[in-house]
């Protein structure tokens, strides 16, 4: 069993920070993937960054490449994404997700259905 508990959303204007944090408890394997992923109104879940517990392997979607950086602290068991350079399009509510079967295959990454757990999710929002 694996417990995920995001925090950190908000409210900002567009051009602002914001610093999403996932707190991991119960079992994690250096070889499994922690995800962030988001949903806005009437759209599916979409990702948004992967990382490898470990840390050896991260992944982004284009939207955000180069102004998301996903990273983990394993001593504190939490998986952050720093999000910068915020723009209304990435008004949503964000999801961290685990995976716990160790399919390890990096085309699985972005597709949802392939990770196990997910935590309850925390607004974002970006005003212009």
């Known amino acids: 069993q694996v417990q995920l508990v995001e925090s950190g959303g908000g409210l900002v204007q567009a051009g602002s920070s914001l610093r999403l944090s996932c707190a991991v408890s119960?079992?994690?394997?250096?070889?499994?993937?922690m995800g962030w992923f988001r949903q806005a109104p009437g759209k599916d879940r979409e990702f948004v960054a992967a990382?490898?517990?470990?840390?050896?392997?991260?992944y982004y979607a284009d939207s955000v490449k180069g102004r998301f950086t996903i990273s983990r602290d394993n001593a504190k068991n939490t998986v952050t994404l720093q999000m910068n350079s915020l723009k209304p399009e990435d008004t949503a509510v964000y999801y961290c997700?685990?995976?716990?079967?160790?399919?390890?295959?990096?085309?699985?990454?972005?597709?949802?259905?392939?990770?196990?757990?997910w935590g309850q999710g925390t607004q974002v929002t970006v005003s212009s």
């Open positions: 990382i490898r517990w470990s840390g050896g392997s991260i």
């Open positions: 997700a685990a995976e716990t079967s160790g399919w390890g295959i990096p085309s699985f990454v972005t597709r949802a259905d392939k990770y196990d757990y």
């Open positions: 119960g079992r994690t394997v250096s070889s499994y993937f």
